[in-house]
């Protein structure tokens, strides 16, 4: 950045590159709203005032605040690559992305943690990157890679590591443990992010006294009371399965409380949801709808994210500031009319992003060969069955005999569920049986299953199965349908089995008809075929799971049978 | 730090070392007032809410809130060292201390800056340095040291270290000078302080985009506000000499403005000023009595400076922060009960400091050897006199007859002033004729001339001016009195010529002592004897001053005669 050229610019010494003209501009700093020009020169703002430049455009009284932040998100859940998920979210006005890419880095390790900071800068926004804390995610499952504090440090220094990413392991911190502990203390000087759900009293106490500054999980008021008291940084989650806002946002305007250390987030929002309404721009909205002053609003999708991560030109329409803008009809429903990156309309931003993938995160998926009898279940009196539970994350665990099971298995109620490794070709497998599916005739299979992204397989028949397995190693990962014995359809997710190299405009209508043949094939219109079964193996969620390891009990926190 | 002792003892694993029981605490996070337990092990904050401990006190009920940040302070005007200032500030509730020792590395470059950062590890507050920016302030003048941004860069990884003191080149910045110009990228990743009295506009704009992130010279809270909006940080100063604070925080009340970028600071503040009422919670108690809330005072005195400075582990009463804790009776009066600096209450706070001074920081008064002419001013038909004005800081410029000025000689209305050059023996100095000052039969000098603090003298003749030069030689700098060809007074200040090694107790009647045999040998009673004296090598403040270069015209910016 040359600051001579800003500095000349903003005393008119020589004329900015673009003046946005006659504008209203949310001041973040003071809660105003201005009436001015906004000079531009070099994708900085170097003016609010009267200017002239060498490009204007009239604004004509719009509305422009600055560019939103999405404080914490996990780009995979949107199965298209960073560069590509960036636009979605420019579209709608955020130019700041704070990720945490766990789900890739699980599978690819320190290569795919250094890929992924590389292509961020080819992003169109921000692109932000806290380092994933817990890979593997638990040591009930096989991962792809393995990161421990010293491999973690390794990334500190990238321009665009702001810290660690979310510490999921709150047994872990709060009993000490030396690898945890080892991550908090090589990030103590940088962000922690936090990942406490439920987590109160003097057990939050000792988790914020670890170093954590930051949590996403609140789902009540009160929660995320608790947690600003205690010095953690709020941000307020909205996205497609986790919705959050409704609730601490009306319990704050009700309570009237300081606002200072709260931001907004979508975790994981599916694209779909995405083109419909937004991501920050949507929690803005609803925050305003419920009461929230929308210069609180504003502050909570702007600067208060910056100040929480320590972002110090991004957040304000302010000299000195990047020229990340957003041009609103309003302040009450937050019509985007227009998105500035760096001083940029986003229609003029180029999508040749030059992004390049490391060949190993184009090959991820290895599994080692599957024999006959990978998907036998030993025959026993009793089993515990995964059942699955109509539009929730948990599950149920189902005592049968084996003559329920038999009969489960003939009328469509009962069908087979297995997790085979797929990273290193280690032969590490697990069979188990599921209730709740539905599904005729074929089998259901993906590579994306929390948080090892092992393949894992649904269906009515073995063959079908080995079948559905041997595709999603022939594409590099992705979703797949077989029906008997033949491969129905497959959307591939080539980088690192998790995400699409095509387009959004290609892969929505893709990913829409791979969904509709599921259904069409008997799966239970009340769970998503690909979600819901890459769900059943993250062992950190109750009653009852599957890994690569075997069926897991997560309330006991152990293996069963 | 131990986290995992933090983490145990948040848990009543272990006892806290200490807990403060039955507190009123405020949070700064969310503005509420949180009754409850502090618990505290290895200084940090362990946990709010009911709690045992090794020791316990019992806090009745009473007010806690997080030690006050002075976020801009020079402490070389107390006169008195950084650790004896410390404690000063610490009676008060201060725990932490942003200094730019800006006066100190005028007299001793680099090797002050050294010892400064190094004493500031021994200090019983937090004590931060921002790097002075403008050593020496002017080139019509010189100072001991000289430093570049080479220079500067070296002590930027001091964990001590928060940035680049006050820019106080306005027009080197709007000019890109070089010089200025590499300081500010050379520090464009940390804090840079401004120094911007009256920019505005366009010219504020610039100054901004330079990278200058606060202000502390708002006088009025128009200019506040205008600085606020241009995303500056807003230090509201309430000094001995500079009183802004009822203006500004009027201003801010009857606005309803955001408060979130604006702390409190006091710039310069005696020691008898601060030990009537304190630095930081007088600038609270008095925003309160304008009508500001509580909360939002005693958040501009914490958590917002914290943030503006980018400290993470102060300015509030939460888990993982600094038990630095100032116990109050009320939050109207702020009657100060007790202070905790990292759990040790401030009466118990050694006062042995084992701060070690560089050699050449106690032997820096240097001047050349003078000579019989060295005070002759040639004769001239019209002189340019300068003009002290009771009460302020400002100067006259008076023209005289030769006549006039002889006239005046006589009848006490004129007196010589002259700066000798003190640092490295240059013989360098120069003399004029000054009116408003009083004196008979004498000389007054010191070695604390802003801002590169020569030795400045003023007497009715040359004789007594001679002895007073001498005389500061010999005691390594201070202040001192000469009548009649004796010395009657002198008050070492054998740090720099700047600062007494004295404790508060002892300097304090000292300085009281000479003052008052100042105004007995006639010193005008509407000045102070030495400050204001001090203030006349100051080349920067209209209308005309004296510096070891010449007479200066500080309308005109050049030399004159």
């Known amino acids: 950045m040359n600051i001579n050229r800003l500095i000349n610019a903003a005393q008119e010494k020589e004329l900015p590159d673009l003046v946005l003209k006659n504008a209203k501009i949310v001041n973040v700093f003071t ?50 690559t960073p560069p590509v998920y960036s636009v979605e979210e420019l579209k709608w006005g955020t130019t700041t992305i704070i990720t945490d890419p766990h789900e890739i880095v699980n599978v690819g390790g320190c290569v795919a943690l250094a890929n992924i900071l590389d292509v961020a800068k080819k992003c169109p926004t921000n692109y932000y990157v806290m380092l994933p804390s817990c890979v593997p995610a638990t040591p009930f499952e096989h991962s792809g890679g393995v990161l421990n504090a010293d491999d973690l440090v390794k990334f500190k220094n990238d321009e665009c590591t702001l810290g660690l990413g979310e510490m999921m392991n709150v047994p872990g911190v709060l009993n000490c443990d030396s690898s945890v502990i080892d991550k908090l203390n090589a990030f103590s000087d940088m962000v922690i992010d936090g990942h406490s759900p439920m987590v109160s009293g003097k057990e939050l106490n000792a988790y914020v006294c670890s170093g954590v500054k930051t949590d996403h999980e609140s789902v009540t008021y009160e929660e995320a009371a608790e947690k600003l008291r205690c010095a953690m940084a709020v941000l307020v989650r909205e996205g497609s399965a986790s919705k959050n806002l409704k609730a601490i946002i009306s319990g704050v305007v009700k309570n009237n409380i300081d606002t200072s250390n709260m931001a907004f987030c979508t975790d994981d929002k599916h694209l779909a949801d995405i083109r419909k309404e937004g991501t920050i721009r949507f929690n803005v909205k609803k925050s305003v709808e419920l009461g929230l002053s929308p ?77 006959d009898n990978s998907f036998d279940i030993p025959k026993k009196d009793i089993y515990n069955v995964i059942g699955i539970v109509d539009n929730q994350i948990i599950t149920e665990n189902i005592i049968m005999t084996d003559e329920e099971v038999r009969n489960g298995l003939k009328d469509g109620t009962v069908r087979k569920i297995a997790v085979v490794e797929r990273h290193h070709a280690t032969g590490n497998s697990a069979t188990a049986y599921i209730t709740g599916y539905g599904l005729k005739h074929g089998a259901v299979a993906t590579t994306v299953a929390h948080d090892s992204h092992n393949i894992i397989i649904i269906g009515d028949n073995d063959n079908d199965m080995k079948i559905a397995v041997d595709e999603l190693k022939r594409v590099n990962g992705g979703y797949t349908i077989v029906k008997d014995g033949k491969v129905v359809d497959t959307l591939p997710l080539e980088l690192g089995g998790l995400m699409s190299m095509k387009s959004a405009d290609e892969f929505i209508p893709l990913l829409d008809r791979i969904i509709n043949t599921a259904y069409e094939m008997g799966v239970n219109r009340n769970i998503d075929p690909f979600i819901t079964l890459s769900f059943m193996a993250l062992p950190v969620i109750p009653k009852i799971r599957i890994t690569d390891c075997g069926l897991f009990d997560a309330e006991k926190f152990s293996f069963t049978e």
Chains 1, 2 share one sequence.
């Open 31 to 80: 809660g105003e709203i201005i009436s001015g020009d906004i000079a531009v020169t070099d994708g900085i703002i170097v003016g609010i005032g009267e200017y002239n430049g060498k490009n204007e455009k009239n604004i004509s009284g719009k509305y422009v605040v600055p560019g939103f932040v999405n404080a914490h998100v996990h780009v995979e859940s949107s199965m298209i």
């Open 295 to 371: 210069i609180k609003a504003i502050q909570m999708a702007t600067i208060n994210a910056a100040r929480i991560y320590g972002l110090k030109n991004i957040g304000a329409v302010a000299c000195g500031y990047k020229a990340d803008l957003v041009v609103l009809d309003d302040i009450e429903k937050f019509s985007v009319l227009d998105v500035y990156k760096d001083g940029v309309p986003v229609s003029e931003i180029s999508t040749d992003f030059n992004a390049v993938y490391d060949e190993s995160m184009l090959k991820s998926v290895n599994p080692a060969p599957l024999k």
